[in-house]
């Protein structure tokens, strides 16, 4: 019965359920902006290449403060195996109000091609950049596509933001 009792307990440990993701700050770059000629190949196959997913995330030169986070969670994998997710997200600000004025989220290790189909946006313009704002506050919605469904239309992530 003691066997039992842990086993069941060990199994609702790993549950991923109401699972918080800390999205980590990993850079600040200021006079900065979002490539967004890199997020518009998320729709090509060509973006798999070189880092290409990657590299979207890395700030280019410009006037506002640009944000990177990494959340690395534990879930369940297409195959069927547990495996180590990152979400990357990049967050840009207004320098002057610290309004949080566009960004975009990413699972890396999303399998289903083409990676516009996890590729979610900032649709709200009017948070101001802060530790601990609900990743939900911002109101992602995924980039508009020809095969969008509407279950996932919306990223309802149980993120929280760690600017320390």
């Given at each position: 019965m003691q066997k039992l009792t842990i086993i069941i307990f060990l199994l609702i440990c790993n549950l991923n359920f109401g699972q918080e993701k800390a999205y980590k700050l990993i850079s600040k770059t200021e006079n900065s902006n979002i490539n967004y000629k890199a997020f518009k190949k998320f729709n090509d196959f060509k973006i798999y290449k070189n880092n290409g997913l990657k590299k979207a995330f890395?700030?280019?030169?410009?006037?506002?403060?640009?944000?990177?986070?990494?959340?690395?969670?534990?879930?369940?994998?297409?195959?069927?195996?547990?495996?180590?997710?990152?979400?990357?997200?990049?967050?840009?600000?207004?320098?002057?109000?610290?309004?949080?004025?566009?960004?975009?989220?990413?699972?890396?290790?999303?399998?289903?091609?083409?990676?516009?189909?996890?590729?979610?946006?900032?649709?709200?313009?009017?948070?101001?950049?802060?530790n601990g704002i609900n990743l939900n506050s911002l109101k992602m919605e995924l980039v508009t596509q020809e095969y969008i469904s509407e279950w996932r239309r919306e990223l309802k992530d149980n993120g929280i933001l760690k600017l320390k």
């Open positions: 890395e700030p280019i030169n410009g006037k506002n403060d640009v944000y990177f986070f990494i959340a690395e969670y534990k879930g369940d994998s297409f195959d069927g195996t547990r495996k180590t997710f990152h979400d990357y997200l990049i967050l840009k600000t207004d320098p002057k109000t610290e309004l949080i004025v566009d960004g975009f989220q990413y699972t890396l290790e999303w399998a289903e091609p083409p990676a516009i189909s996890d590729l979610y946006r900032v649709t709200e313009k009017e948070q101001k950049m802060n």
